[in-house]
């Protein structure tokens, strides 16, 4: 097997965002969340095969830039979220 150049992704790529859950129990001002008509609550999660694919993916490439665990859910609303990450 070939091994690919990562140095591109790794010199553009710079954060990542992952957004685990669409569930949030917050109405911050500055949100699309806190008008439900706009952004409406939903029970929506993240599979634990996917956070693992994003994982094994980053460790391949190396990515050495900024990883976070946010979007517009709060992440500890995710019933499996410890286990995941």
């Known amino acids: 097997m070939q091994q690919k150049d990562n140095s591109i ?17 917050r109405k911050c001002p500055f949100c699309p969340r806190h008008d439900s008509f706009v952004y409406p ?10 956070a693992s694919k994003i994982g094994t993916d980053m460790y391949d490439i190396n990515f050495t830039g900024e990883f976070y665990i946010s979007g517009f859910g709060e992440p500890l609303l995710h019933p499996d979220i410890f286990q995941m990450f």
Request: charged residues 20%.
């Open 9 to 25: 992704i790794n010199r553009t790529l710079k954060r990542i965002t992952v957004n685990p859950t669409e569930l949030c129990s």
């Open 41 to 50: 609550n939903r029970s929506l999660h993240m599979s634990a095969d996917t």
